[in-house]
T-cell receptor, first 114, second 113 residues
Framework: DGGITQSPKYLFRKEGQNVTLSCEQN?????MYWYRQDPGQGLRLIYY???????QKGDIAEGYSVSREKKESFPLTVTSAQKNPTAFYLC?????????????FGDGTRLSIL | DQQVKQNSPSLSVQEGRISILNCDYT??????FLWYKKYPAEGPTFLIS?????DKNEDGRFTVFLNKSAKHLSLHIVPSQPGDSAVYFC????????????FGQGTRLTINP
């Protein structure tokens, strides 16, 4: 089945630690995205990538980093510089950045601070 | 600045009746609008979309209406079913926006038997 796989489902971070969230898609989509959801709020864009080896900051990129070395993979690192990392993180992909095709989402990773 | 707003945090509807979820936006450059449905601890699922060149799009029980002059979007679900109970997000994309979506805060829909 084609889809987007996020792992792990739950993740705990210690103070001062970097953690990496995995996102893999087998939909052959060019574009991939990372969002953050806080309770009672909508999704906010962290980073996005329109093509391999290219990525752009979203609205709340501070304290996060990404890479896009393969079309299928778009890992997100939550660095120690992110002071409020507790949230639900969602990865998405779409056929192309300018097509009228919807983004499809994975099932998310919930990150908590120990 | 909240460019996409869903002013009703929650909505309760009787099973079999119509559910109407509303969304307002401020950016006149938005050209593509989407509705997503989300269950707890899962990712959003795409429901239906509409381009700004249309004012209505239907897919089964779901219809999206777009009023560009009022900058208002609505999702109608008819008839409402218990499985429709979820949080619904509207989202919008700006022209040349590289599929950068701006999401509303969501509306929790509860369908009562």
């Amino acid at each position: 089945d084609g889809g987007i796989t996020q792992s792990p489902k739950y993740l705990f971070r210690k103070e001062g630690q970097n953690v990496t969230l995995s996102c893999e898609q087998n939909l052959n989509h060019d574009a991939m995205y990372w969002y953050r959801q806080d309770p009672g709020q909508g999704l906010r864009l962290i980073y996005y990538s329109q093509i391999v080896n290219d990525f752009q900051k979203g609205d709340i990129a501070e304290g996060y980093s990404v890479s896009r070395e393969k079309k299928e993979s778009f890992p997100l690192t939550v660095t120690s510089a992110q002071k409020n990392p507790t949230a639900f993180y969602l990865c998405a992909s779409s056929q192309g950045p300018y097509s009228n095709q919807p983004q499809h989402f994975g099932d998310g990773t919930r990150l908590s601070i120990l | 600045d909240q460019q996409v707003k869903q002013n009703s945090p929650s909505l309760s509807v009787q099973e079999g009746r119509i559910s109407i979820l509303n969304c307002d936006y401020t950016n006149s450059m938005f050209d593509y609008f989407l509705w997503y449905k989300k269950y707890p601890a899962e990712g959003p699922t795409f429901l239906i979309s509409i381009s700004s060149i249309k004012d209505k799009n239907e897919d089964g029980r779901f219809t999206v209406f777009l009023n560009k002059s009022a900058k208002h979007l609505s999702l109608h679900i008819v008839p409402s079913q218990p499985g429709d109970s979820a949080v619904y997000f509207c989202a919008a994309r700006a022209l040349q926006g590289a599929q950068k979506l701006v999401f509303g805060q969501g509306t929790r829909l509860t369908i009562n038997p």
